[in-house]
């Protein structure tokens, strides 16, 4: 059981850095008119439990605050994740 959570807990902190870089490198990239990273990308990385990192990314970056599908959209799915988190730690308890 540990080695499970060390690798949810190793996961969760990978996929939440991956959301804060890749906001950082859209922003540069938008700002030089270079090649972006799709928002169905930055979409899917907070899907896939890194909500936290595009939140805090967006902000630190002041990228995608502007749009509302971001400013709502990504905390919408941090609430739906921790919901679902709250869900199943009250059905392994």
């Not at 939140?55 to 599908?69: A, D, E, P, S, V």
């Not at 905390?75 to 730690?89: D, E, G, M, R, T």
């Amino acid at each position: 059981m540990k080695t499970i959570l060390l690798i949810l807990i190793c996961y969760f902190i990978i996929v939440n850095l991956a959301g804060f870089v890749i906001m950082g490198v859209d922003k540069k990239r938008a700002i030089r008119g270079a090649w972006r990273i799709s928002e169905a990308s930055l979409f899917l990385t907070a899907l896939i439990g890194g909500s936290i990192g595009c939140i805090l990314g967006m902000q630190h970056f002041r990228h995608k605050t502007k749009h509302w599908y971001f400013k709502y959209g990504m905390p919408a799915i941090l609430i739906l994740q921790i919901l679902a988190l709250l869900l199943l730690l009250k059905y392994m308890l």
